[in-house]
């Protein structure tokens, strides 16, 4: 079992910055990929990017590349977890709720909202023009 958390969402400017955050308790976290998804009102819910349980694979949306950085720390003993999704240049259709959320290692890293089993409660990001 992993519960998630987001933090680090809010209001910028064009061509800002914000650093999302989801911290992550259970003990099997490290066996989990991770992803980053975002949903705009009316849209579907898509994946930005993603990291394996290692850290050593990652996938970024074609409209983030270049922009966005997925990270992740794994304490020794498992007592924090976080994962991190560093936004540069940000514009305004980058605004969305965005999710965390964890899924069972895959030989490729999941793409879909299904590949994931767990997901933190959102945390909204406005990117203002």
């Known amino acids: 079992q992993v519960q998630l958390v987001e933090s680090g969402g809010g209001l910028v400017q064009a061509g800002g910055s914000l650093r999302l955050s989801c911290g992550a308790s259970g003990r099997t976290f490290s066996s989990y990929d991770m992803g980053w998804f975002r949903q705009a009102p009316g849209k579907e819910r898509v994946l930005v990017a993603a990291?394996?349980?290692?850290?050593?694979?990652?996938?970024?949306?074609?409209s983030v590349k270049g922009r966005f950085t997925i990270s992740r720390d794994i304490s020794r003993d498992n007592a924090k977890n976080t994962v991190y999704l560093q936004m540069n240049s940000l514009k305004p259709e980058d605004t969305a709720v965005y999710y965390c959320a964890a899924g069972p290692a895959r030989l490729r890293l999941g793409v879909r909202p299904i590949d994931y089993n767990y997901w933190g409660q959102g945390t909204q990001v406005t990117v203002s023009s």
């Open positions: 990291i394996s349980r290692n850290g050593r694979s990652t996938y970024y949306a074609d």
